[in-house]
């Protein structure tokens, strides 16, 4: 093993310009790989690990000094992993790379200095000096290009048109997006200093949450939990009919335990898995597209679920751990649902099982199950002990050291100063990206933009709660074509959150005036608005009546209404809806075209071309669009374990039967009009509806099961009697 190892950026949490910057970070890594400078770049990542483990566990700092330093160290690396601009010729890399270096210690030490100054800008009344602005232009002009070396030119476009709009074309702007202005001194203290800023709270989640979930993923790595994952997937599915498809599924979604990053875990099981099913017989478009299904799926599967859960409990005050628990039966139906296409997919090429070397499951156990099972076993249960998950991510590493001395990737003092390296080399994108979209969501803040969008979608959308779940869907693919993962959600949640949290209440508070139940209270509130309140709401009242008043009530009233008549349950669970829905939404620039960074990672895999592939995934990850309409009209994510239960069942069968509607085949094909009604029976039993129409759906799906068995069955019998004769 080398001194200096090679910072691979397959470890970023979404690739963005992957295509982009691939052959600079190449080139500029092989400038300085085995040189005194990848030797410092490598003590950096060692240092800045342990920096982490020391302040989220035993050690207590100041928020903004943690912040600060997280971004100062995050920065230096990053300005040596993206280089500045493509190079030919060694000399012009040399000369790229002393810049980045020196660039990198510049904001760096700005930062810091910057920080220094905190007190003293406070005794001058917020007056910056010469010098503070000096400081505060390096350190939020390096965030901005290092997310532009990083991710691309979107977001820095993005931000730049945020912080001008404050202090310069704002005051221009027509309608509802006018804003007064700001001063330039007031823009750079609070984007540096607020709560929302640069080293605020999306930056504190940088530096705690997310950083000990990744550094824990690396530590799992190397400690040989990803060689078990796919030994395992194979073990368990490898020996059915469509078994690597299986295998793909099952292996994408056990590592998306230990990465929240897409496109990574494309890379570290497609790798595997793709040759697999194309050996087995499945097209090679399809079988990249079902690893890049399945990889999406991993940042859905707790309990890492990419750094969006962190960024979630956050913006809602709902605990980390009530937040992976409820995520995993809705995470359990969308992998189904790929699995489903692989199933359907075997049967319509009468495909065989094909993979009688996969070992068995105790075998698999016995070399390396205690290098997974033990650490996840663990940071579970600490997370239900109540343990706070950065105290439960330390012990978790601890764990894992210990666990792979009882397999052969035995972890001694090299193994884990490499993994400690290793997981700050997978934490750079991520932490300057959540850095720099403080910025964006500073001046969100600051203008009330939020609220104006809020309002925007409320009235686009008609109080239509379907039509805003449209709207805001179209919005994520759109933020996604230039946006990772985690800042679309980020974004999208600061924007549309609040409306779409009031729409799902407003549909709970339509089902109390349809029954007649409204409080006393309430109703007087109501009277603020509409003095014949009292009146309309006396009695029961049909759906559209109640649809049409609430509509006639304004927002304000509104807020006062909910916790009158809506109990605290209720209330909290279309918050966390309303974050699911968007979390889950954004997920989708993984696997649909025009931009599907996972599907073009899988596509290289594979050899295809990589919009086909694109059309495949997002073919087979339909789910993404499915289990929000869910989470927006039923309690799956947190009602009653009767009707979780009930709603998880529907969700599963409805799946199926779409999937086999869309790819005209279940066991047997079906024809035209079986695919209509099968197409029928999975919407009434994905729909918001009564249970009449859901029992009518579930019974035409297993009917048309059944009896395609028995086709099936005959056609294999034909089959059979053909080859004898």
Known sequence: MTDAPRLDPAGDENPVTRKDVEGEVEAHVRAFEGTW???????????????HIWVNTLGAFDQIWLTAIHFAGFAFLCALRYPLFRTRSPGATRAVLAFDVVFGLVVAVATLWLISNQNAIYDRGVKLSQLDYVLSFIVIGGAIELT????????????????????????????????????????????????????????????????????????????????????????????????????????????????????????????????????????????????????????????????????????????????????????????????????????????????????????????????????????????VAGYTPVYAAGFAIVACIVASWFTPHRMGPRAVLDALALGSQNMIMTAVLLISV???????????????FSLMINEWAGNSLIIALVLIALASLVLGMGLPVTASYIV??????????????????????????????????????????????????????????????????????????????????????????????????????????????????????????GVVSWKVAKGIYLMPILFAYTAFLGGPPLEVAHVFVIAVVGVYALGAAIEGHMEAPLGWPMRLLLFAAGVALIWPNNTIVESVGAVGVIAIFAWNVRADRKRQKARVAAAAS
């Open 148 to 383: 532009r070396r990083a991710t691309g030119l979107i977001i820095p476009i993005l931000i730049v048109i945020a912080l001008t709009y404050v202090v310069w074309w704002g005051p221009e702007a027509p309608g509802v997006f006018r804003f007064a202005g700001l001063s330039l001194e007031t823009l750079l203290f609070r984007s540096v200093f607020s709560d929302e800023g640069m080293f605020g709270s999306i930056a504190l989640i940088s530096a705690t949450f997310v950083f000990m979930f990744i550094l824990f993923g690396a530590f799992l790595v190397r400690s040989g939990a990803g060689e078990f994952i796919i030994d395992l997937a194979r073990a368990v599915a490898g020996r059915f009919v469509g078994g690597p498809g299986f295998v793909a599924v099952l292996s994408s979604g056990l590592t998306g335990t230990i990465s929240g990053s897409a496109v990574a875990n494309t890379v570290s099981t497609g790798v595997i898995t793709i040759p697999l099913m194309k050996r087995a017989g499945f097209p090679p478009k399809f079988a990249a597209g079902v690893e890049a299904a399945a990889s999406t799926g991993g940042q859905l599967m707790p309990p890492i679920m990419g750094a969006g859960a962190f960024v979630m409990a956050t913006y809602t005050q709902i605990s980390y751990l009530e937040i992976v628990a409820v995520s995993f039966l809705p995470a359990i139906v969308y992998f189904l649902s790929v699995a489903f296409f692989v199933r359907i997919q075997a049967k319509k090429l009468n495909l065989t099982a094909s993979d009688p070397d996969a070992p068995t499951a105790w075998q698999v156990l016995k070399k390396g199950g205690p290098s997974f099972l033990i650490p996840v076993t663990l940071l579970i249960g600490l997370l």
């Open 37 to 51: 400078i990848g030797r410092v770049a490598w003590v950096v990542g060692i240092a800045l690990a342990l920096y």
């Open 492 to 613: 999208l949640a600061t924007l549309s959150a609040p409306a779409l949290h009031a729409l799902i209440q407003n549909n709970a508070l339509i089902d109390v005036l349809v029954t007649g139940g409204v409080p006393e209270a309430a109703r007087m509130t109501m009277m603020l608005a509409d003095p014949n309140a009292m009146t309309a709401l006396a009695a029961p009242m049909s759906r559209e009546a109640a649809s049409a008043f609430i509509a006639s009530m304004p927002p304000e009233v509104l807020t006062l209404v909910y916790p009158q008549v809506l109990d605290p349950v209720t209330v909290k669970l279309a918050l966390l809806s309303a974050h699911m829905i968007i979390f889950w939404l954004s997920q989708d620039s993984n696997v649909t075209p025009p931009v599907c960074l996972t599907a073009f990672a899988a596509a290289a895999i594979a050899k295809t071309p990589p919009m086909a592939t």
């Open 438 to 452: 403080g910025l964006l969501i500073n001046v969100i803040a600051m203008t009330g933009v939020g609220n104006t």
